[in-house]
């Protein structure tokens, strides 16, 4: 979830499960658990979309609902060797980090254009903020919203000191 999360991150998450349990908001960093082949584990996630929204992907934005997720750029860096591009994102009133290779990423086709798909009812739709780095709704589907488990909060310990108790947008 860079650069949201970073490795090493300890963070303070909202239990979502139960009869009583709120559905995840529009923008909200989640946990939640997913099939990877090998067993159901937990991964997380940016809610992009809710039951009957229609998502898609064009050149790596959002659009929810045929609006653009407005987007900015803040600057550039590498990450294993390969250079990246660093924007601010807003969906659902939260604006948070996300990140994208330079240039075109063929490796993993869909990641940045993906034709519109309506979020099926009780389902969810989510994607990592690294975008060209998570494998997520873009390219297995919308998730169940009992899949959610937890709402991500607060980061409460990490490598980077400046972080430490900062909110989780």
């Not at 490795?7 to 709120?22: H, R």
């Not at 990423?105 to 940045?112: A, H, K, M, S």
């Not at 494998?135 to 909060?153: E, M, Q």
Request: proline share 7%.
């Amino acid at each position: 979830m860079n650069p949201t999360l970073m490795p090493g991150d300890v963070v303070l998450a909202e239990q979502l499960v139960g009869s009583a349990a709120p559905i995840p908001r529009l923008g909200e960093l989640i946990v939640y658990n997913r099939d990877d082949g090998q067993g159901v584990l937990p991964f997380t996630g940016r809610v992009i979309g809710l039951p009957s929204d229609e998502v898609s992907f064009q050149n790596g934005s959002p659009l929810i609902n045929g609006n653009r997720a407005w987007r900015e750029e803040v600057g550039s860096g590498e990450w294993e060797g390969r250079r990246i591009r660093l924007s601010r994102e807003e969906i659902g009133g939260r604006t948070f980090r996300v990140q994208h290779f330079e240039g075109d990423v063929e490796e993993l086709p869909g990641l940045r254009t993906m034709p519109a798909i309506s979020v099926p009812a009780a389902q969810m739709f989510v994607a990592g903020d690294f975008r060209d780095n998570s494998i997520d709704s873009r390219l297995v589907g919308p998730f169940a919203l009992t899949a959610a488990t937890h709402r991500i909060v607060r980061v409460l310990y990490g490598t980077d000191v400046g972080r430490i108790g900062q909110a989780v947008q």
